[in-house]
């Protein structure tokens, strides 16, 4: 089975509405000259989605948010709904990016219902996982990794399997510098598909996009996704410039 890579990129805090504008622009004009079959997409903080799908529209790029909620509406300062989402011409959202877990008190448990929430709707999640240095050097990267993505799934029914997309970031890589070689990271993945073949069978498992992250650059990602579980990466830092992003996106296989 050839899964088809997504290139993907998480602006994180930074870019106004204007400035991802311009970001837009100039990417698509960098992206014409590729001859890709990755998806492509980006992710901006949630003041310039508006911006960014209205600058993204007829292209290939397509965009997602940094994080959503479990509720549709009501009492919950703060939040921004799949729905209100979705009315932008938002297609995809991270869910449980690492930031979120150590910043921001994200539990498995809320992970879990964000997921559930985001496969009511029309979104493409895109689940976070990964272990920290101290996990990593404890060798509870296994324990943790499983724990993560078995709790992220909790409640998931089978027929959504087909919409699911992972990504694997170590925490110790992402704005480091240091990133995974690419057998170390395709040995998680590799774990995170044998834990999807667990839950929704081979062939179910066989078609789950498994993305790598932390310190992708364009130096790194093609060796990196030459890897047999490594279907595209979730990029950080290197995601900011039009020009280092449209690297990563040509070196897809
Ligand atoms: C990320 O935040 O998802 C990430 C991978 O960051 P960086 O590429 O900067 O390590």
């Known amino acids: 089975m050839t899964r088809k890579p997504i290139v993907a990129g998480n602006w994180k805090l930074n870019k106004t509405p204007a400035e991802a504008r311009q970001f837009i622009i100039a990417l698509k004009n960098k992206v014409a000259g590729i001859d890709t079959r990755a998806e492509i997409l980006v992710c901006p903080p949630h003041v310039a989605l508006d911006a960014v799908v209205d600058a993204a529209r007829d292209t290939k790029i397509a965009v997602g948010s940094q994080n959503t909620f479990w509720e549709e509406s009501g009492a919950f300062t703060g939040e921004t709904s799949t729905g209100m989402l979705e009315s932008l011409g938002v297609t995809h959202t991270l869910i449980g990016h690492s930031e979120r877990r150590a910043l921001f008190g994200e539990t498995d448990d809320m992970v879990a219902r964000k997921l559930r929430k985001v496969l009511e709707s029309n979104l493409t999640p895109l689940v976070c996982v990964g272990e920290t240095l101290e996990e990593r050097e404890g060798e509870l990267t296994e324990q943790v990794i499983t724990r993560q993505v078995t709790a992220a799934l909790e409640g998931t029914a089978h027929e959504h399997a087909g919409r699911l997309v992972l990504a694997y970031e170590p925490v110790w890589a992402i704005g480091t510098g240091r990133t995974a070689s690419p057998e170390m990271a395709n040995d998680v993945h590799t774990l995170i598909r044998r834990i999807l073949r667990g839950i929704f069978g081979d062939s179910a498992a066989e078609g789950i996009r498994i993305l790598y992250g932390g ?39």
């Open 215 to 253: 310190s992708v650059k364009p130096d790194n990602a093609s060796t990196l996704m030459a890897e047999s579980d490594i279907d595209g990466v979730l990029v950080g830092g290197a995601s900011l410039d039009p020009g280092s992003f449209a690297e990563i996106i040509r070196a897809a296989p």
